[in-house]
């Protein structure tokens, strides 16, 4: 795939999901670890401007099959949990100078989810999240990295979480687990969440 040699995509068909507990829940603040990027007009954003609120940062990309498949389950999130304070916010992992492929893509989506361009690697391993792609992080209302969700999405696994942050589940938050088989977890981070290389060209446009 041109243009991202860096990034990996996650498998389709595994359907695999690895749930992390931040390193420190409630002290890790998001906002210093993510540089200001660009909404689609071009104007910079950083995410303390979201303190007060539950936030889920994904990130994704055009070009990646399960990032794109994904998309419609955030934008029901959001609109389902706007009115208790829930946002989400869409980073691009296109890359700098793909923004114009990223206003199509999200005009001919109608995408209505908040979107942010030109994030990198370096983004994503700043956060504890490596290089693969879908990659989601769901913080608290004082701007703290709260879980990391990598690879596809399942929608009991974001609910849960988000509903636990709003004080509706009288239960511990969930433990760190792995839900497909072939995963391994050094300590409390992992860097193998069931992503396929560059060479799976079948999920990657060429």
């Not at 990034?7 to 507990?21: E, G, N, Q």
């Not at 391994?184 to 799976?200: C, D, K, L, P, T």
Request: aromatic letters at 4%; proline letters at 8%; glycine letters at 8%.
């Amino acid at each position: 795939m041109r243009g991202q040699p860096s990034f990996r995509v996650a498998a389709l068909l595994t359907a695999a999901l690895t749930v992390l507990p931040a390193l420190a829940s409630g002290s890790e603040p998001v906002a210093p670890l993510l540089r200001p990027l660009p909404d689609l007009s071009g104007h910079p954003h950083d995410l303390a401007e979201h303190d007060g609120r539950i936030l889920v940062v994904n990130f994704w990309a055009t070009w990646c099959v399960p990032c794109v498949e994904e998309l419609p389950l955030l934008e029901e999130i959001e609109r389902l949990e706007a009115a208790r304070g829930v946002e989400v916010v869409a980073v691009s992992a296109d890359g700098p100078g793909r923004e114009a492929e990223v206003q199509r893509f999200v005009a001919t989506r109608r995408l209505r989810l908040e979107v942010r361009t030109g994030a990198t690697v370096a983004d994503m391993e700043a956060l504890g999240l490596g290089s693969a792609l879908p990659a989601t992080l769901v913080v608290d209302r004082d701007g703290a990295v709260a879980f990391r969700l990598l690879g596809p999405l399942r929608r009991e696994d974001l609910v849960e979480r988000i509903e636990w942050l709003l004080g509706e589940r009288a239960v511990p938050a969930p433990e760190a687990r792995l839900v497909s088989p072939g995963f391994e977890q050094a300590g409390e981070e992992s860097h193998r969440h069931g992503a396929i290389g560059m060479e799976g060209a079948s999920l990657v446009p060429s």
